[in-house]
T-cell receptor, first 115, second 108 residues
Framework: GAVVSQHPSWVICKSGTSVKIECRSL??????MFWYRQFPKQSLMLMAT?????????EQGVEKDKFLINHASLTLSTLTVTSAHPEDSSFYIC???????????FGQGTRLTVV | GQQVMQIPQYQHVQEGEDFTTYCNSS?????IQWYKQRPGGHPVFLIQ?????EVKKQKRLTFQFGEAKKNSSLHITATQTTDVGTYFC????????FGQGTELSVKP
């Protein structure tokens, strides 16, 4: 199967700082990637759709200025949490669909803790 | 917008017992997918159902897609401790919309 690699797997940062999370497709090209947030014991909530070479599409209620998404190449999408606060602490996970309208392959996820 | 509801939220079973989780969509789905997420891990794809009334089996797992393509179920026969995790259904309408998930715990 396809491989999606996400880095870092965990990060602790101080309140007010920014954190960048990378999502790479290792063996396929991804024109579209998806970013999710998952709180403990809860479902995956789609935050935004990352589009290579164009602006990301954000879901309702997600602040685009706080969660900056860049998809500069066909194998890399980044999510930057700007001016992080403790309430941003969560599990962030990316995915891609390398085979069209079929299964999603997920990165390992990034556990963000803001102190 | 589209909503995908999943029940139950938790299920605790004795090893060897059966387990079923149910998924309902507010709208007709083009397809439905099932994922398993182990504790601390990321979701892993199990199966996709596309046709109305479709039934697929993977060893002890049986997946069904309703006739109206608005509901689905996952049934595990004779659970094992390796089945522990959270099972999510996800409706695909351009993007994946996940159900709340059912967390399965299995007591040896």
């Amino acid at each position: 199967g396809a491989v999606v690699s996400q880095h870092p797997s965990w990060v602790i940062c101080k309140s007010g700082t920014s954190v960048k999370i990378e999502c790479r497709s290792l063996d396929f090209q991804a024109t579209t990637m998806f970013w999710y947030r998952q709180f403990p014991k809860q479902s995956l909530m789609l935050m935004a759709t990352s589009n290579e070479g164009s602006k990301a599409t954000y879901e309702q209620g997600v602040e685009k200025d706080k969660f900056l998404i860049n998809h500069a190449s066909l194998t890399l999408s980044t999510l930057t949490v700007t001016s992080a606060h403790p309430e941003d602490s969560s599990f962030y996970i990316c995915s891609a669909h390398p085979y069209g309208d079929t299964e999603a392959f997920f990165g390992q996820g990034t556990r963000l803790t803001v102190v | 917008g589209q909503q995908v509801m999943q029940i139950p939220q938790y299920q605790h079973v004795q090893e060897g017992e059966d387990f079923t989780t149910y998924c309902n969509s507010s709208t007709t789905l083009s397809n439905i997918q099932w994922y398993k997420q182990r504790p601390g891990g990321h979701p892993v794809f199990l199966i996709q159902l596309v046709k109305s009334g479709e039934v697929k089996k993977q060893k002890r797992l049986t997946f069904q897609f309703g006739e109206a393509k608005k509901n689905s179920s996952l049934h595990i026969t004779a659970t094992q401790t390796t089945d522990v995790g959270t099972y999510f259904c996800a409706g695909r309408e351009g993007k994946l919309i996940f159900g709340q998930g059912t967390e399965l715990s299995v007591k040896p």
